[in-house]
């Protein structure tokens, strides 16, 4: 028989179990709220600080520079439904999206109006709008690329490029160093290349042509650039207008790519209502399908490695003379700019047109990734260094030779003169 005892333990025991579960299940649902709440808060901070990578534009040609070039075309196909963006929509709070977005110093228009002697020191004119050089407080030189009133493109061209160059810096991107949302007007700050474009020097009569060693550097300073926005960026980036007009030199005439305003994230899979780029510079299958990717810029790549061996524009049939070209091994010999003819190695050459055919190839897949074009440019290159090492040393050897003959004449004649004179 049971207790009174007993049954109170038993049911102080029961009690006290009870308890426990029910202070257990609320401390794991207090945790459980809190959790999702501040995930909640941290998306939508997430949403309120970011720009879109916009689907944007024809005609971005715009030349940081002394010299430039506009050829940028828009061809109008069927349209597709669009995905949503991964990044916010720009909205009406677009000035403090920008600047929260992109960590670049904003300039007042009032600035920028002094630093172009209000806007005189033009350098060129773009669909874009006008590019200007200016001279900022601290002295550096910088150009200042303004978005033009009636430009809708050109909006989503200025998000693009502040949202995706704030976060991207190589030494072969020219580098964005500030913008201006004000008074209505947008513009874009960037390091100011001095010698202009890599068309300018190919195209233009009055600029001296460049050698060999010099498109040699310039091919390879553009891998560099390509493979960190394809390989190094995070998420990778395609360019989407790469041509010789977009490579912008120093004053050491090293390449820096430029003009980011139709380029995308990869991971953005929206797709576009019209093809995008220039003329001469398309990849085939892109037009083929609408669908740009990494091998396009490879595509695009390969056509500016024949501009720096043939100084032919792409939109001067330059693929046609390739074609025919390629119908024997020293067929490039014939195309070779005649700035060349006697001034570098043939077999060089060669090697050059071998790697643009593979970026050229119908077959997108077929083509070859950034990194491996940049190793074969790279040893290209090494291999010329080794040449010239070897003439040098030829040459050094030669000299040393002539020395010792030179010196064992004079002690000869000291010997004679001695004999002589005894």
Known sequence: MVHKADLVIIGICVGVAVGILIASLAFFGIRWYKRRAHLTKCANDHNASTLPIRRNGVDTSNILSESFSTNSVSVKVST?????????????????QLASASGLPRYSYKDLQKATKNFTTILGQGSFGP??????????????KALASDSKQGEKEFQTEVSLLGRLHHRNLVNLVGYCVDKGQRMLIYEYMSNGSLSSFLYD???????????????????????????????PV??????????????????????????????????????????????PMYISTNKFTMKSDIYSFGIILFELITAIHPQQNLMEYVNLAAMSSDGVDEILDKALVGECDPVDVRSMARIAHRC?????????????VSQAITKLKQRRLVREDSTMSFAAEEFSGVVGCIEL??????????????
């Open 80 to 96: 597709y439904p669009v995905k949503t963006s991964p990044l916010a929509k720009w909205n009406k709070n677009g000035k403090e």
């Open 131 to 144: 590019v200007y050089k200016a001279t900022m407080p601290a002295g550096e030189v910088v150009a200042v």
């Open 205 to 235: 009569d009055k600029k001296q042509a460049l050698n060999w060693e010099e498109r040699l550097q310039i091919a390879l300073d553009i891998s560099h650039g390509i493979e960190y926005l394809h390989d190094g960026a995070v998420p």
């Open 238 to 283: 395609i360019h989407r207008d790469l041509k010789s007009a977009n490579i912008l030199l120093d004053h050491f005439m090293r390449a820096k790519v430029a003009d980011f305003g139709l380029s995308k994230e990869e991971v953005y899979d929206g797709r576009n209502s019209g093809l995008k780029g220039t003329y001469g510079y398309i990849d």
């Open 360 to 372: 050229l190839h119908k077959t997108p897949r077929k083509r070859p990734s950034i990194g491996e």
């Open 409 to 422: 004449q004079q002690n000869e004649l000291k010997k004679m003169t001695s004999i002589a004179e005894s």
